[in-house]
């Protein structure tokens, strides 16, 4: 099928959507494959980002999904070198990773990503993001010596970026944090079901407990009260041995009432 270019940069309806995707997990790799190729994406998967850039170079892609951590060559230098090729820069970069600190989206910021998605994420998420940059991508290169000077946490960063890839970068990461506070709504949802389930289950047990202490005070009593009659009845016609035996009867029975 013909690719075609609008006046933005972007592929014509008509174009196949490619993807290539750097993973190091063969899980994650196959779980990012499924997920893109039952939405019709085409996808090459690479093993590292060095694998990944010869694949880029070889036929651009559409889109690249790369993982940041990664043997040979990382997500933040495959993004680098792809946006300081002039011919690949265009391409869209969305990184993929466990780390969320904001060192790590200002890293992706000066390796000129234009999208964060942070692990573990939801399928559909993962899917929205990843429509939400083909939708906005438009091939936005920073001028050269536009250079923006920040410090952040006692560092200084020197960013060159447009103001398209800072919005997508800002976007992606407000979303990160949208997504973890639905995560933890829905753990304290499921943290006060438990809970709730604990209450029931404590009260249940503590009425078994009341229950069962009920239906054996009556015979436990009635072993401690005859065996202090047997005591003060027939203590004195027992041996040593006989009084030793009845004494142990009587104080457990004493030990268990209080119980």
């Known amino acids: 099928m013909a690719m075609t270019m609008n006046e933005d940069g972007m592929q014509g309806a008509d174009a196949k959507v490619s993807v290539v995707v750097a993973e190091d997990s063969p ?20 093993g590292d980002g060095l694998a990944a850039l010869e694949a880029v170079r070889a036929a651009p892609p ?9 043997p040979r060559m ?12 002039p ?19 200002i890293r992706g910021i000066e390796a000129g990503a234009d999208h964060f998605v942070v692990k573990p994420f939801e399928e559909e998420y993962l899917a929205a993001q ?11 290169q920073a001028p050269e010596g536009d250079t923006i000077t920040v410090q952040f946490g006692g560092e200084r960063h020197d960013i060159r970026a447009g103001r398209r890839q800072i919005l997508n970068l800002l976007l992606s990461t407000y979303g990160a944090a949208v997504e973890r506070n639905k995560e933890l709504a829905r753990a304290q949802a499921e943290l006060q079901a438990v809970n709730e389930q604990l209450r ?12 069962v202490s009920h239906d054996l005070r009556a015979p436990v009593q009635k072993i401690q009260g005859f065996g202090e009659l047997l005591r003060e009845a027939c203590g004195e016609r027992l041996d040593d041995t006989g009084r030793h035996y009845l004494e142990r009867v009587i104080a457990s029975a004493r030990h268990m009432n209080e119980l």
């Open 62 to 70: 559409t889109l690249v999904i790369s993982d940041v951590v990664m």
């Open 87 to 105: 011919a690949l820069a265009p391409i869209p970069v969305m990184l993929l990773t466990a780390l969320s600190d904001p060192h790590d989206v």
């Open 200 to 211: 029931l289950a404590f009260r249940e047990l503590e009425s078994f407990s009341h229950s």
């Open 27 to 46: 899980t994650q790799a196959l779980r990012l494959r499924h997920l893109l190729e039952s939405r019709g994406y085409e996808v090459r998967g690479c």
């Open 130 to 140: 990843v429509r939400f940059l083909l939708d906005n991508r438009r091939g936005e």
């Open 74 to 85: 990382d997500g933040y230098e495959l993004s680098r070198h792809i946006k300081d090729d």
